[in-house]
């Protein structure tokens, strides 16, 4: 597969062999206002099972924002090393939920926390992980990176690295990176494709700082498109170019 992170689909395979994709806790609340959706969920697991009928190799970091958002209550005066370490706990409960979700859909599923939880799912070894998807099952990381200070933006940098992704996504809920608000200008510009440091000059959001840099240093393309947009993600693992890219290569387009 080529640097750009796109690929041609070659008879009934995906255009990658593996792949991480950032899940926002926000993600799973779908309409609703808090906590999950187990519509959104049923969706999501469905899209999910069509990508792995691509054999395609799929991890999945999720966020804990639709239960808990560690760095909002830190803002209000609680330490921020407990108030991350809450959100951790909120990042497990979805990664059960999904996890059950996938299993409904007839998926092989594992949750691995980088935080010591073993009674309810496994601990991340990186090792154990890659076995899990030599076995086609579906790995979900939990916790973050287990350290507070550090998003999940970042975790999933890190691990998509450590497992040797070819392809970062970042389903949010917008369809892909503008060069400014789209909800406020109407008129903002999509970009199809970035480069990393073109990102961080101009701070359009991609991801965090930590997490674009990490992805930088590994080359580590990122694709950014919406989580809400039904079948967007299989397309992209068909090879559709979808939202944006983001790569070390050619700038703004």
Do not use: W
Request: charge should be negative.
């Amino acid at each position: 597969m080529s640097d750009s992170g796109s690929g041609a689909e070659a008879g009934n395979k995906g255009a990658y062999r593996r792949v991480l994709l950032k899940l926002s806790g926000e993600a799973l609340m779908g309409e609703a206002e808090y906590g999950i959706d187990p519509d959104m969920l049923a969706r999501l697991a469905g899209e999910f099972a069509e990508v792995r009928a691509l054999d395609v190799e799929l991890t999945i970091v999720i966020g804990g924002g639709n239960i808990f958002r560690g760095a909002g209550l830190a803002q209000h005066g609680m330490d921020r090393v407990s108030a991350d370490h809450m959100g951790m706990l909120a990042t497990v409960m979805n990664a059960l939920a999904l996890q059950a979700a996938l299993e409904s859909a007839g998926l092989e599923a594992r949750v691995m926390s980088a935080i010591r939880i073993n009674q309810v799912c496994e601990d991340y070894i990186r090792r154990r992980a890659m076995r899990h998807l030599e076995k086609g099952r579906v790995v979900i990381f939990a916790a973050g990176t287990g350290n507070p200070y550090f998003t999940t933006d970042t975790a999933a940098s890190l691990r998509a690295t450590e497992v040797k992704a070819d392809l970062l996504l970042k389903g949010t809920k917008v369809d892909g990176v503008y060069a400014s608000d789209p909800a406020r200008h109407a008129d903002a510009r999509r970009y199809s494709k970035l480069n990393f440091n073109q990102a961080l000059e101009e701070q359009l959001g991609v991801m965090d700082a930590t997490a674009m840099v990490m992805c930088r240093e590994h080359s580590l393309p990122l694709r950014v498109f919406s989580i809400y947009a039904p079948g967007a993600f299989v397309r992209i693992m068909k090879g559709e170019e979808i939202g944006t890219l983001v790569t070390n290569g050619d700038g703004h387009d």
